[in-house]
């Protein structure tokens, strides 16, 4: 179980590498262009917005690539990103770039029109505040990694939805995000994650479902614990096979695993549960 815990924290340091939205500027344009270039895990929730300009554009996720393979030598993992910039349903661009950790490497554009390539390199001005956003499912999801816990989601028709997440007591520790669909539905949802109170070793979860008959999110209700071994939304993850969702927390020297699934009503229901002690 202790392994399935770390497997679980290493896919969620992934998942937030990048806790800030990017400022990049053009090296080799004739005259100097600058962009900020905001994205979740896997690059998704994507979008570029132009230095001067009010809009944003949204991007595409064409490919994403994690290079683990570097681990073996201490070496940090390599995200591969490239997203399709579209204009009126239009691919007018194509941005590329290399992370590892806060090194961004290899970064460029590609100007539609006339392929003309674009080298980009981080602004010297960058600023770490901690705003950060998402653009997902036409709406744009602004929130603060380190500062507060303020959540706004503007929706694509004018209205506005804002909320208070659970904050980390610890001014070291961050809120993390996180897009996944976590009700098997085929739509991505999105979730914070904070460490817990007590010795920090888990994540308490907060999910907003997308309901797209709506075109709304809605937070999910926390299920009944009476049968299960975890009380909270803790180190959640996705078994897209079986269609189902973990649930880890710690108790003294044991880990414990719960497993949920969504009944007919879309009501997350407990299935079972397993205890690992530690190693």
């Given at each position: 179980?202790?392994?399935?815990?770390?497997?679980?924290?290493?896919?969620?340091?992934?998942?937030?590498?990048?806790?800030?939205?990017?400022?990049?500027?053009?090296?080799?344009?004739?005259?100097?262009?600058?962009?900020?270039?905001y994205y979740g895990n896997a690059g998704?929730?994507?979008?570029?917005?132009?230095?001067?300009?009010?809009?944003?554009?949204?991007?595409?996720?064409?490919?994403?690539?994690?290079?683990?393979?570097?681990?073996?030598?201490?070496?940090p993992d390599r995200h591969y990103f490239v997203w399709e910039e579209m204009v009126n349903g239009k691919v007018h661009g194509t941005y590329q770039l290399l992370q590892m950790n806060n090194l961004i490497a290899d970064a460029?554009?590609?100007?539609?029109?006339?392929?003309?390539?674009?080298?980009?390199?981080?602004?010297?001005?960058?600023?770490?505040?901690?705003?950060?956003?998402?653009l997902l499912h036409g709406a744009v999801i602004s929130f603060n990694h380190?500062?507060?816990?303020?959540l706004l989601i503007e929706y694509p028709d004018g209205k506005k939805m804002t909320a208070e997440l659970p904050f980390p007591d610890s001014p070291d520790a961050a809120q993390q995000s996180i897009i996944e669909d976590y009700n098997f539905d085929g739509y991505d949802d999105l979730a914070f994650a904070i460490p817990d109170a007590g010795m920090g070793?888990?994540?308490?979860?907060?999910?907003?479902?997308?309901?797209?008959?709506?075109?709304?999110?809605?937070?999910?209700a926390e299920p009944d614990y009476s049968q299960s071994t975890c009380s909270c939304l803790c180190d959640v993850s996705v078994n897209k096979t079986s269609k189902q969702l973990q649930i880890g927390c710690r108790g003294g020297a044991?880990?414990?695993?719960?497993?949920?699934g969504f009944d007919k009503k879309g009501v997350l229901k407990w299935i079972s549960s397993t205890e690992g002690k530690e190693e």
């Open positions: 179980m202790k392994k399935l815990f770390l497997f679980f924290a290493m896919i969620l340091y992934t998942a937030v590498l990048q806790a800030q939205p990017l400022t990049l500027k053009s090296i080799d344009a004739t005259k100097e262009f600058r962009l900020k270039l998704k929730g994507a979008f570029v917005q132009y230095e001067g300009k009010q809009g944003i554009i949204p991007l595409r996720v064409k490919s994403y690539v994690l290079d683990t393979l570097q681990a073996k030598n201490n070496q460029s554009y590609i100007r539609e029109q006339d392929r003309r390539h674009f080298l980009l390199e981080l602004a010297d001005d960058q600023i770490d505040d901690g705003y950060d956003k998402y380190f500062n507060n816990g303020n070793v888990y994540h308490m979860f907060t999910i907003y479902l997308y309901n797209p008959g709506k075109k709304r999110f809605e937070k999910l044991s880990w414990h695993q719960d497993t949920y």
